[in-house]
């Protein structure tokens, strides 16, 4: 059973700094990939960054420049941080691990950007 546990979530002001975190239980590399994606309110879940097991990664371009997606594979944790927060951003963000076509998601957390 994949259990991805999110972390990090919270209140901030337009312009700071929030990370999250994603752990899950054994080797991160059993997946092709992981991610995180978001979804505001009233709007489909968009993805935020994605990182595969060989390290290629990619950005939604509304975050390029602001969000740093990394992993600790000693730690089996994936790590969004994210910068020069906009209102925009504000959305529930979702842990994603993807394998043999089969997605997997945490439960979500909360960010929240005030103007």
């Known amino acids: 059973q994949v259990q991805l546990v999110e972390s990090g979530g919270g209140s901030v002001q337009a312009g700071g700094s929030l990370r999250l975190s994603c752990e899950t239980s054994?080797?991160?590399?059993?997946?092709?990939?992981m991610g995180w994606y978001r979804q505001a309110p009233g709007k489909q879940r968009e993805l935020v960054a994605a990182i595969s097991s060989s390290g290629r990664i990619n950005y939604a371009d509304s975050v390029k420049g602001r969000f740093t997606i990394s992993r600790d594979n000693a730690k089996s944790t994936v790590i969004l941080q994210m910068g020069s927060l906009k209102p925009e951003d504000t959305a529930v963000y979702y842990c994603?691990?993807?394998?043999?076509?089969?997605?997997?998601w945490g439960q979500g957390t909360q960010v929240t950007v005030s103007s």
């Open positions: 994603n691990a993807f394998s043999g076509g089969l997605n997997y």
């Open positions: 054994g080797s991160i590399f059993r997946f092709n990939g």
